[in-house]
Nanobody, 128 residues
Framework: QVQLVESGGGSVQAGSSLRLSCAAS????????VGWFRQAPGKEREGVSC???????TFADSVKGRFTISRDNAKNTVYLQMNSLKPEDTAIYYC??????????????????????WGQGTQVTVSS
C-alpha cells in the first residue's frame, strides 16, 4: 500500500523550531522529487520546499534562511527542519512526491507536478 505519512507538527512559540518528517511506504523515494506544501486557513496551498534525488533543493522566499530540507533514502524519509518559526508559518503541512521523470523542483519551493502521492498533513501552529 502506497502511503506518505507526515509527523512532527505541533504548537510552539514564535522563534521555536520543529522538524517535520515525511515517511514513505509501499514505494521507494530514491528517484522521486519530494515537496513540502502548506495551507493556512482561508489561503491557497503554497509550496514551501522541494528536494531532488541528488539533494538539490528550493525554498519559498518566505522560509529561506529559516527552513532546511533533507532526505534519508535509507529510511525512505524526507525532513523539513523549521527554525525561527513565525506566526505566519501556521498551517497544515503536507508532503507530496512524484518520480523525477514526471516532475521537477521549481524555484520558490514548489514541486511542479501536484498529481502524485500526498500525505494527510500535519498541523503546525505558531503563537506570538
Amino acid at each position: 500500500q502506497v502511503q506518505l505519512v507526515e509527523s512532527g507538527g505541533g504548537s510552539v512559540q514564535a522563534g521555536s523550531s520543529l522538524r517535520l518528517s515525511c515517511a514513505a511506504s509501499g514505494f521507494t523515494i530514491d528517484y522521486h522529487n519530494v515537496g513540502w506544501f502548506r495551507q493556512a486557513p482561508g489561503k491557497e496551498r503554497e509550496g514551501v520546499s522541494c528536494i531532488t534525488p541528488n539533494v538539490g533543493s528550493t525554498f519559498a522566499d518566505s522560509v529561506k534562511g529559516r527552513f532546511t530540507i533533507s532526505r534519508d533514502n535509507a529510511k525512505n524519509t524526507v525532513y523539513l527542519q523549521m527554525n525561527s518559526l513565525k506566526p505566519e508559518d501556521t498551517a497544515i503541512y503536507y508532503c507530496s512526491t512524484v518520480d523525477i521523470q514526471s516532475s521537477s523542483c521549481l524555484e520558490g519551493g514548489r514541486l511542479s507536478n501536484e498529481y502524485g502521492y500526498w500525505g494527510q498533513g500535519t498541523q503546525v501552529t505558531v503563537s506570538s
